[in-house]
């Protein structure tokens, strides 16, 4: 079973900036899909950023997060980050780090993390 452990949530002004951290017990490198969702109450969960088609380089991201946060790797430690900066009060929601692993016979295994959470307040 893959555990996915997020770290740096938290309060913040608007304006400001947090970077989220989320470590995996397996090499991310076997994931399909690697990132962030988020999900506010009341609202459904969504996608924020994440790595896709397993690839090191291609992203998707949220429009309403284009151009303020930047998602990046460290295979060797097996993490995935987000950077948020310009942070807004619409931003705030518990943001949870999700993996997707495709096997060879095509089923998808999906995994969470326990999810941090983002308060953007002034």
């Known amino acids: 079973q893959v555990q996915l452990v997020e770290s740096g949530g938290g309060l913040v002004q608007p304006g400001g900036s947090l970077r989220l951290s989320c470590a995996a017990s397996?090499?991310?490198?076997?994931?399909?899909?690697i990132g962030w969702y988020r999900q506010a109450p009341l609202k459904a969960r969504e996608l924020v950023a994440r790595f896709t088609s397993q690839s090191t380089t291609k992203t998707n991201y949220a429009d309403s997060v284009k151009g303020r946060f930047t998602i990046s790797r460290d295979d060797a430690k097996n993490t995935v980050s987000l950077q948020m900066n310009s942070l807004k009060a619409e931003d705030t929601a518990v943001y949870y780090c999700?993996?997707?692993?495709?096997?060879?016979?095509?089923?998808?295994?999906?995994?969470w993390g326990q999810g941090t959470l983002v308060t953007v307040s002034s």
């Open positions: 397996a090499s991310i490198s076997s994931f399909y899909n």
């Open positions: 999700n993996a997707e692993r495709l096997t060879g016979l095509g089923i998808w295994s999906t995994f």
